[in-house]
Each structure stands twice: as C-alpha cells, then as structure tokens.
C-alpha cells in the first residue's frame, strides 16, 4: 500500500534511471566533442605521404625509347579541410623533339600537333628544360603538403610514365625527378570500377563532366578532366571502415620510396 508520505519519495529506480541517462548523455557530449576536436585529414596521411598528380604527355608514336614527347602537363591533386580532393595548379610544356626522336606521322595527324609550326616553336622548350621547371614546381606544392614524393595519376597510366622515365634518362634529370619509379593510380580501373567504363570521354560523361572532344589530345586539357575525373570518383566512393588503420610497426621504405 502506498502513503501519501511514500508517494513524495522518489522511486529508488526511477533516481538510478535519472542517474545513467545523464551519465549517457554526459559521455556522448564528450565523445562527440572528441570527434570535433580531430583535426582533419591531410593529404600526407591519405595516401602514405605521396603526393597524387595527375600527369598526360602526348608523344609522336608509341615507343618511349625512340619517339618523340611533344606535351606534357601535370596536375596535383589537393585534399582541402572539409575532406574534399580538388585538382591544383597545372604545370604543362610544349617540348621540342630530342635530337634524332621518330615522328611517327600517324600519330601527328591522331594528336593534330606540327612540331614545326612557327608559333608551337616559339614556346616550346627542350626535354631538360620542361621538366626541370615542372619538377621544381612540383617539388614545391610536395614541400607544403608535407609529401615525400609524387605518385603519378594517368588514364592508361604506365604509357605515360613510361615517356616520362624515359625523358628523364635522356634529360639527365634523375636527380630532379620527384616521381616514384614505378607505382601509379590508373583512372581506367578506377572508371571501370565506379562507371563501367574505360573510355576517359565516357567516363567523364558517367560522371557528369563536361568533355569536349574538339579539345581532346592535348595534354593540358586531358590532364584537367582526368584530374577532375580521379577526384570526382574519390569524393564520392566510400572507403572501407577499416582502410585507415595503423600499425606499430614501422614501414620499412624501400630504395625507390626515398627520394
């Protein structure tokens, strides 16, 4: 039976029940201050301190070895505080053909490039000049980013690393080269994976960008949408819960990682 004096009182269950919901909710204001006090992502973390750019060269045939590159054009991609990659600063050149390179003339007339037109010469460097400038360029933004070294991003990636390895050797500039020598990001799996497609105007278009194929092979315009591509995809696909778990164990670099 419940007195008057008994109901005044206040259930001893109903207090402790009082008690633990404030006690949850105390803890859930300090995890979620916690959450708000974790600094952003930076890009050095992102991908294992390298610096993603985005790189297309056009060539006077398919031999890095003996044939000519004509362009080349390179974008970092860039993480700002709200975790969203965006493409920096172009760095691009028109390049002289090296001494004795192959012109092949169907890929002249597939690229629409004259090496000999007046107003092409005119601007155009030689290998060692081009790429010391973009490297130093590169090497900058790396600097700031806290990256140590550059990871090369291309549609059909390894063709254009290969030219680019190969204008580096013939360049004497080795030294000067911030890419790694071999690892890339390929935006055809990453097209096949999220669209479907492996075709760079197809696969642009999947994603909603603009692609205009008048402006095509030329290694500026390729480089913008393929750096406009790559983030698109990376902005808007997950990662896997567990992706950025560490170890305590150091990652032993290897010879090639440090540079």
């Given at each position: ?74 974008i970092p991609v860039l993480l700002n505080e709200q975790g969203v990659f965006y493409p920096g ?171």
């Amino acid at each position: 039976m419940t007195t008057p004096n008994d109901a005044a009182l206040p259930d001893e269950n109903s207090s402790n029940n009082v008690n633990n919901s404030l006690n949850i909710a105390s803890n859930n204001h300090t995890e979620e201050t916690a959450a708000d006090d974790v600094a952003p992502m930076r890009l050095k973390d992102r991908f294992r301190k390298f610096l993603p750019v985005v790189v297309d060269v056009e060539t006077a045939g398919f031999n890095a070895q003996t044939d000519a590159l004509l362009e080349i054009a390179c974008i970092p991609v860039l993480l700002n505080e709200q975790g969203v990659f965006y493409p920096g600063e172009a760095f691009n050149a028109h390049i002289e053909p090296f001494e004795g390179a192959n012109l092949e003339p169907s890929a002249l007339a597939f690229t629409g490039i004259d090496p000999n037109n007046p107003m092409r010469k005119a601007i155009a460097e030689d290998e060692k000049t081009a790429l010391r400038r973009i490297f130093k360029g590169l090497k900058e933004v790396r600097r700031i980013e806290e990256c140590r070294q550059c990871v090369l991003i291309g549609h059909n990636a390894h063709f254009d690393l290969a030219f680019l390895n190969a204008a580096v050797q013939r360049s004497n500039n080795k030294s000067h080269n911030p890419f790694h020598n071999f690892s890339v990001f390929d935006t055809v799996t990453l097209s096949a994976l999220a669209f479907g497609q492996t075709v760079l105007a197809r696969a642009c278009k999947a994603a909603g960008l603009d692609f205009d194929g008048n402006d095509a092979h030329s290694a500026l315009y390729d480089t913008q949408k393929t750096a406009e591509l790559f983030c698109h995809i990376l902005n808007h696909y997950p990662m896997l819960a567990n992706a950025m778990h560490t170890e305590d164990n150091k990652e032993e670099l290897t010879d090639s990682d440090n540079k």
